[in-house]
């Protein structure tokens, strides 16, 4: 059974940084594009980043551009998220998925349950 696992998550002050990772398991890593999304409770989930299958294209939400940087490992089977300049409006929890190249959730098969990331101001 294929499962992303994310992990890295915590409080952390406002301005200050979080690497998250997802660890994923029992996938052929380099069929599928790899992304990041954030929810909060009472919202919709939200798009932060996509990298695609050999990590020659990114895309990053307009609200995280130049803060937040996308990278994987297809050896270690691994997705990245570095977190710099951290505010409160990005607290929230944090999930990796797995799927087509694209900023729609409804593009992603494989979720992981999430971490939780805390910005304080």
């Known amino acids: 059974q294929v499962q992303l696992v994310e992990s890295g998550g915590g409080l952390v002050q406002a301005g200050g940084s979080l690497r998250l990772s997802c660890t994923i398991s029992?996938?052929?890593?380099?069929?599928?594009?790899l992304a990041w999304f954030r929810q909060v409770p009472g919202k919709e989930r939200e798009f932060v980043a996509v990298?695609?299958?050999?990590?020659?294209?990114?895309l990053y939400a307009d609200s995280v551009e130049d803060r937040f940087t996308i990278s994987r490992d297809n050896v270690r089977n691994m997705l990245y998220l570095q977190m710099n300049s951290l505010t409160p409006e990005d607290t929230a929890t944090y999930l990796c998925?797995?799927?087509?190249?694209?900023?729609?959730?409804?593009?992603?098969?494989?979720w992981g349950l999430g971490t939780q990331v805390t910005v304080s101001s």
């Open positions: 998925a797995a799927g087509t190249y694209n900023r729609g959730p409804a593009a992603y098969k494989y």
């Open positions: 029992r996938l052929h890593l380099s069929s599928y594009a």
């Open positions: 990298i695609n299958r050999d990590s020659e294209l990114k």
